[in-house]
């Protein structure tokens, strides 16, 4: 440090002595102030802050004596190196009693002024340096302290013997603990007595680096365990990581374990959201009751438990009658609070043991383990149901009434495994339906008889377009060119919540046969073509979407309004909507049918012919229909691999495709041969399993997103959709 930057002033009363000593500094390049009198000097003091005085003590008026004791009683930092005429030993001793570094007296050598100066004002550098590190670690020990005691985490250090030697305030606002108290206490004084064995490892941890151990969740006990806390009255759940504490000499040989140091955070708020995110995992939210993937896993459980002592269970598939007129005509609100009323209802008619879940709807199930006196103590608990659910609910100023139809198995008489039951006590649920409601019904082998099967199919049906029980999947339909995905076939299936998935081909048929594919079919044909919609909000590229349309609803009377309408509500042109229809539709009532296509060709939808050379293959009616393409039965393209046959009908096909202008789709494609076949014939598109199974609609629209829009290729051996594809 350069002397200039220290302030010096010369204090005497002898104007040549004040200008010899400060020229004789000057030459050592040290500047300095002056002072004429001990009066001059205490004024200069209070005006500035000055490092070192050389002081005579023998002036007039305010002497050296004086100005000393200024300085001492305004507690000045300012160093004093007596220079005086005075030569006695009572003076020096005087002077150094006032604080005066050192006394020279006059006349003095020049070096020995001014070494004595230089060592004057080195040691006040020192002391500064000194005085600047002393605060500058008493601040970073402030900040430390600050730090850790306002961290959001237990901050600790354990001695060797896993005693308390710091642990900052977190502990108090945690666990209600003053530090101090817990100083010298064994770690397992806080610890809950379960976690003691893990704590033994973790707590007191002596690993060191990447064996330390990280993030370790223990419980820790809670000062005043009456006290009422967020997650647990008795702990409070962290994460603990530690690493231990080891001397500091340089030889790794010798250092020895000197303790613990670790940090414990406060985990509650994550384990409230954990048990949140599993009690809705495994609850329905609107009753808070189970839902149907707990109820399997306990029924599961009940099953092995029975099997194991030879007891009896039962299962109860209970449906609301008259929910839907209620849900239709007052609205979802009214609903869902009715179903929450009904819940508590249900709750109070079951045993301890017994699970209550809401299977999905208006349907609920009911699990009773322990069935000791079988259908006697059923059919009570069943009775009780009906009973309490006969008087009315009250909301929002509605007088409303429900009952239940409850179909009921018994483990192992009526099943031996979960869906058996489920499903057996589904079907005694629809013949207690079909059969007046407001009961409950005993499953028996008689209710699967083909009469009571298509009673149970034909309300399964109903109930499945309530609930929304049917899904869509896509095929994607490529152009054999690009590669590209230039349109989708929707298909239906069908997830029941008893029986699992229900392919079409059993229930399409007997929905033919009913009249009830006309809901069906509207079903499809909306929920595709909002799907649609949705992907062309999103900026995907534009595709067609393909839909089955079967005879009985071509002669639905609206159909035309009905299509119409729909491509109007989603926003959707018409050539992004084509309509399959069979060559046996059409033969089944030809001048009505090609009359109504005709008028939803129009309005420019497209129109294809699905499974073309499987039925009334007729150049007549392909030139009266609207037609835009022609699809080839999977069942040639199959024979492509075994048979010239199939190549020719197929050639055939594309052949009289060309001719009348029509696009020819090939489905079914499952080999490269097949494809490679179709290539060479100029094919212009292709699905199947080659290219791509049924997907998701989210997954299509990922496909979508590619570039090129190519798909990935599908495991031939996957679902295959059946004959019944689109409904």
């Known amino acids: 440090m350069s002397h200039n930057e220290q302030n010096i002033l010369i204090v005497d009363d002898d104007p040549i002595v004040l200008k010899s000593l400060r020229d004789l500094l000057a030459l050592r390049g040290i500047d300095a102030d002056t002072a004429i009198g001990g009066r001059e000097a205490i004024v200069c003091l209070d005006q500035k802050e000055y490092d070192l005085v050389l002081l005579d003590l023998q002036m007039p008026y305010v002497n050296g004596h004086d100005v000393m004791r200024h300085i001492k009683q305004e507690q000045m930092s300012a160093s004093v190196i007596v220079v005086s005429g005075e030569t006695s030993f009572e003076a020096a001793r005087d002077a150094c009693s006032q604080g005066a570094y050192d006394f020279l007296r006059k006349p003095y050598a020049t070096d020995e002024l001014i070494i004595t100066i230089n060592n004057a004002l080195n040691e006040i550098h020192l002391q500064k340096q000194n005085t600047l590190i002393q605060d500058q670690l008493r601040e970073s020990e402030r900040l430390h302290r600050y730090l850790v005691n306002t961290s959001p985490d237990i901050i600790y250090m354990l001695d060797r013997d896993g005693h308390f030697t710091f642990i900052n305030d977190r502990i108090e606002t945690l666990l209600g603990y003053n530090p101090k108290e817990l100083i010298g206490k064994h770690y397992s004084y806080l610890v809950y007595q379960t976690d003691l064995e893990a704590a033994r490892y973790i707590f007191n941890e002596r690993r060191v680096g990447e064996r330390a151990s990280r993030n370790v969740e223990i419980r820790l006990k809670y000062k005043d365990e009456s006290s009422q806390h967020i997650f647990d009255t008795r702990t409070l759940p962290v994460e603990l990581s530690s690493v231990g504490m080891y001397t500091s000499e340089s030889d790794s040989r010798k250092k020895s374990y000197a303790g613990t140091y670790g940090v414990a955070r406060d985990i509650t708020e994550r384990k409230i959201a954990e048990e949140t995110i599993n009690f809705q995992a495994h609850h329905d939210l609107l009753t808070n009751l189970p839902n149907r993937a707990l109820l399997r896993d306990r029924l599961g459980l009940a099953i092995s438990q ?163 029980e049917f899904q869509l999947v896509y095929q994607p339909q490529i152009n054999i060119k690009s590669g590209d995905i230039v349109g989708v076939e929707a298909l239906l299936r069908w997830n029941h919540p008893a029986h699992g998935l229900i392919t079409p081909a059993e229930f399409i048929p007997f929905a033919e046969e009913t009249g009830m594919i006309v809901d069906v079919g509207h079903w499809v044909l909306s929920n595709a073509c909002a799907e649609l919609k949705r992907w062309r909000d999103a900026g995907l590229p534009e595709i067609r979407m393909s839909i089955n349309m079967s005879a009985r609803q071509l002669a639905d009377k609206n159909i035309i309004k009905y299509v119409s309408n729909v491509l109007r509500d989603n926003g959707i042109p018409g050539h992004c909507l084509e309509i399959e229809i069979t060559e046996n539709t059409i033969m089944s009532d030809m001048d009505s049918i090609i009359h109504k296509l005709k008028n939803i060709s129009k309005r420019g939808v497209y129109i294809a012919i699905d499974d073309f050379g499987t039925g009334y293959s007729s150049l007549s009616y392909l030139h009266k229909l609207p037609i835009h393409t022609l699809k080839i039965d999977r069942t040639f393209i199959k024979e492509v691999n075994m048979k010239h046959t199939g190549k020719s009908i197929i050639n055939t096909i594309v052949a009289m495709g060309k001719g009348l202008n029509l696009n020819v789709i090939a489905e079914g494609v499952e080999t490269q041969q097949q494809l490679d076949y179709l290539q060479e014939i100029d094919c212009n598109e292709a699905q199947g399993f080659l290219f791509c199974k049924p997907l998701p609609a989210d997954v299509i629209a990922q496909l979508l997103m590619q570039e090129p829009y190519a798909v990935p290729d599908a495991n031939p051996g996957g679902m295959h959709s059946g004959r019944h594809r689109t409904h």
């Open 306 to 468: 029975a099997k194991r002592e030879q007891e009896m269970l039962a299962v109860m598939f209970l449906d609301l009658d008259r929910f839907k007129n209620i849900n239709d005509s007052l609205g979802h609100v009214i609903g869902d609070e009715l179903l929450q009323q009904v819940s508590t209802r249900l709750k109070s008619c079951i045993r301890e043991g017994d699970t209550l879940a809401r299977f999905g709807g208006d349907e609920f199930t009911l699990l009773l383990p322990k069935i000791g006196n079988g259908k006697e103590d059923i059919s009570k608990i069943a009775g009780k149901i009906n009973e309490v659910l006969k008087g009315p609910f009250i909301i929002n100023g509605n007088e409303l009434y429900v009952s239940a139809s409850i179909g009921i198995s018994i483990f192992p008489r009526d099943g031996k495994d979960m869906d058996t039951l489920i499903k057996h006590a589904d079907v005694a649920m629809y013949h207690v339906k079909d059969t007046g409601k407001n009961n409950f019904k005993f499953y028996s082998t008689d209710m699967t008889t083909p009469y009571f099967q298509n009673l149970s199919l034909e309300t399964g049906i109903h109930k499945a377009l309530e609930n929304n």
